[in-house]
């Protein structure tokens, strides 16, 4: 078993089926990953307040089949982004976009300094991260019809849709990139 220990932006919290919860991380150290979180009802309730999305946290992980939280500490709760619903929501998707473009397990100093600045900034920039993927929002037609513009990303299939286009695909497992 291995040890290790990172700040991490909690990305989500995810009712797991083997295990009591999953924790999903962008970790400055291991890129991002999956944690579970076992031990019970007293265990979760400790870690509980420590895993809002959005978090940034100081975690400790022990690895061997796969990862499992030991500890976490909040350092930072960002409450100057949730005071503003905007802001909120515009941080929320490009967290949604970095736990669907990131690759598992790859460190990525400069996605881990960005989602960073965003935060403490209050100025969450999404086209910026997903530009980073590899993602050309500004000149990016439709995948489906080649209209402009394409400003929903399809979580499932990581295709750029236009208005049009998206609406076959479940509202949640859309994001909003660009607002009109
Ligand atoms: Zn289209």
């Known amino acids: 078993m ?3 220990v990172s700040d991490a932006i909690v990305l989500g919290i995810e009712p797991s089926r083997e295990y009591d919860r999953a924790v999903a991380l962008f970790t400055k150290e291991l890129g991002r990953i999956r944690a579970r979180v076992t031990g019970g009802a007293k265990i979760l309730s400790k ?3 420590h895993l809002d999305p959005m978090n940034r946290v100081h975690v400790r992980l022990a690895h061997k089949n796969g990862f499992t939280l030991t500890d976490a500490l909040t350092v930072d709760r960002f409450a100057g982004v949730k005071r503003d619903a905007k802001v909120f929501g515009a941080a929320l998707r490009m967290l949604a976009l970095t736990s669907a473009l990131a690759p598992e397990g790859e460190p990525d ?4 300094h960005e989602l960073l600045r965003s935060l403490e900034s209050g100025k ?4 910026l991260i997903a530009s980073h993927f590899g993602y050309d929002l ?3 037609g439709c995948e489906r019809c080649g209209a402009e513009p394409a400003p929903y990303f399809a979580l499932a299939t990581h295709a750029l849709l236009c208005a049009n286009c998206c609406v076959r695909v479940p ?3 859309l994001l909003l990139l660009r607002e009109a």
């Open 47 to 49: 870690f509980a307040p």
């Open 124 to 127: 969450p920039d999404i086209q």
């Open 171 to 173: 509202e949640n497992a």
């Open 109 to 112: 100093e400069r996605v881990w």
């Open 138 to 140: 500004a000149g990016a």
């Open 2 to 4: 291995r040890e290790y």
